[in-house]
């Protein structure tokens, strides 16, 4: 879009217009769901299905859903799903290899089968920009992935700006939120008022122009822009951690050999939930299965982690066999190598890894400690 559109309003009760438009239109809408006390992202068929009138608890290793006092239907923060699934898929098969005589034919699977058109429903701003990262890995002239850059092509993003934020977001660090200025479809701010209920939505898109053409809507006069806005610039004042960023990057190269990697080494698991949870890592495996006969065999790539011990197994050895080497790897690169290698941190201050630690590891605070500590 080339010129500014006035921000429009929406009636609260139009999201389920909104949710149908979407699906007329051939998207499969994904959004936030309840699900076994966790909120998750789910296909959704109606706006009945967001968490409506629930927020969430963070802290480290600590998250809790928890009733509101009003029906917002997008008052909490994140879960421990994001958008990658859907875009970097967890396992994926590569190829087929069927025995036909005495070679192989080897059928590779067509991205046009998988992908899906999915319309994402109430993507926060950090997670906008970790969809922009991860653009940089997997679509990226030189080096794209077929699948990540057919399925980016057909999504339609509908962001919701963030009103209030969660204990371990630091978004307004790594200025990647609380609201999204640029990259989506439609980007809409919720407003609860008395018994006004609102959003308000500005348009970013043809794609997001086409659909609000089809659904009823105001345009938001000044004061409905104004209330939107405080309540933005609210949740960036709520952050619970904060991330010095200046000179990050030489600070962490200059501290390979900082000793609290050793302290941060004595309580990681290396289970890897850090990695699950972030929106942005990215490694991957791949795995050949045969079945008995030997005459079928396939290929798949899923989701892996700098954390597992086979991930740096080479011919000859393991070249990070110790924890603390794979937690000074990913931390390092999410800081620092990741700003040479595409240009921008591989942190987006979503604070999911914070929150899903079971030991209560805080990228923040190992940051601040290497920082206090720096030579
Ligand atoms: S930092 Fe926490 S979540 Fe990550 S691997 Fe270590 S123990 Fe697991
Ligand atoms: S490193 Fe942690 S806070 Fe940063 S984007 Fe990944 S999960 Fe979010």
């Not at 809408?29 to 068929?45: A, C, H, M, T, W």
């Not at 008022?193 to 809507?217: L, N, Q, R």
């Not at 982690?305 to 937690?327: E, L, Q």
């Not at 990741?338 to 604070?351: L, M, P």
Request: glycine share 6%.
């Amino acid at each position: 879009m080339t010129s500014r559109q006035p921000t429009l309003k929406l009636k609260s009760q139009q999201l389920n217009t909104l949710i149908n438009v979407i699906k007329q239109r051939g998207y499969t809408p994904v959004g936030p769901v309840v699900r076994e006390g966790s909120l998750i992202y789910d296909r959704l068929n109606s706006a009945d299905e967001l968490p409506r009138g629930w927020t969430d608890e963070q802290d480290a290793a600590t998250f809790r859903l928890k009733r509101r006092s009003d029906n917002a239907y997008f008052g909490y923060n994140v879960g421990q799903h994001s958008w990658k699934q859907f875009l970097f898929l967890p396992k994926v098969k590569l190829f087929t290899s069927i025995k036909k005589g005495k070679t192989f034919e080897v059928i590779p699977n067509s991205p046009h089968e998988i992908v899906q058109n999915y319309a994402f429903i109430g993507v926060r701003p950090c997670d906008l920009q970790a969809i922009k990262v991860q653009d940089l890995v997997f679509n990226n002239g030189q080096f794209t992935d077929p699948l990540y850059k057919t399925i980016r092509k057909k999504n339609f993003i509908a962001v919701v700006n963030c009103t209030q934020a969660g204990g371990t977001c630091f978004c307004v660090s790594m200025s990647s939120g609380p609201r999204a200025y640029r990259g989506f479809d439609l980007a809409m701010t919720e407003v609860l008022s008395g018994d006004d209920h609102f959003f308000t939505v500005e348009v970013g898109s043809k794609s997001g122009a086409e659909v609000m053409s089809e659904i009823p809507h105001d345009i938001a006069d000044q004061t409905q822009i104004e209330t939107a806005d405080k309540l933005v610039e609210r949740a960036a004042r709520q952050m619970g951690r904060s991330m010095d960023v200046k000179d990050i990057k030489e600070i962490l190269y200059a501290n390979l050999e900082n000793k609290s990697w050793d302290d941060v080494a004595n309580r990681c698991l290396t289970c890897a939930n850090c990695v699950m949870v972030c929106p942005t890592c990215f490694c991957s495996t791949v795995e050949d299965i045969t079945d008995v006969t030997g005459e079928h065999a396939e290929r798949w790539r899923r989701w892996d982690s700098c954390f597992t011990m086979d991930f740096a197994k080479v011919f000859g050895g393991n070249f990070r066999p110790s924890s603390k080497g794979r937690y000074r790897q990913w931390m390092t690169h999410k800081l620092a190598t990741w700003i040479d290698q595409f240009g921008t941190s591989g942190c987006v201050g979503c604070g999911r890894c914070i929150t899903w630690c079971p030991v209560r590891i805080d990228i923040t605070e190992e940051m601040r400690t290497i920082r206090s500590g720096a030579r």
